[in-house]
């Protein structure tokens, strides 16, 4: 079993920063893949962030400019610092890795944190 803890989340005012944290635990063989997604009210998940395990990022257009993704592969860890916050970043954020959990395994399954909620004000 794998579990992914978000922490980081708040409340913070429109320009201001917040650095998102996510540590994987459990019976970890490798990560691969790691990315942030939010939801916000009404509206479906969408993919913020991503990082492959050599660190090759990619981002929504939304906030290219403003979000750095990174990862710490020794503590199994990703992190989305976000700069210049808007009220339209307001969301659940949730972090999401591809683990495999049996060393003889080549399979990777998706775990999901439980989320962190971030709200800017205007």
């Known amino acids: 079993q794998v579990q992914l803890v978000e922490s980081g989340g708040g409340l913070v005012q429109a320009g201001g920063s917040l650095r998102l944290s996510c540590a994987a635990s459990?019976?970890?063989?490798?990560?691969?893949?790691m990315a942030w997604y939010r939801q916000a009210p009404g509206k479906q998940r969408e993919l913020v962030a991503t990082?492959?395990?050599?660190?090759?990022?990619n981002y929504a257009d939304s906030v290219k400019g403003r979000f750095t993704i990174s990862r710490d592969n020794a503590k199994n860890a990703v992190y989305l610092q976000m700069n210049s916050l808007k009220p339209e970043d307001t969301a659940i954020y949730y972090c999401?890795?591809?683990?495999?959990?049996?060393?003889?395994?080549?399979?990777?399954?998706?775990?999901w944190g439980q989320g962190t909620q971030v709200t800017v004000s205007s």
């Open positions: 459990g019976s970890i063989f490798g990560i691969n893949a």
């Open positions: 999401n890795a591809q683990v495999r959990t049996q060393i003889m395994s080549l399979q990777w399954d998706d775990y």
């Open positions: 990082i492959t395990g050599g660190g090759v990022t």
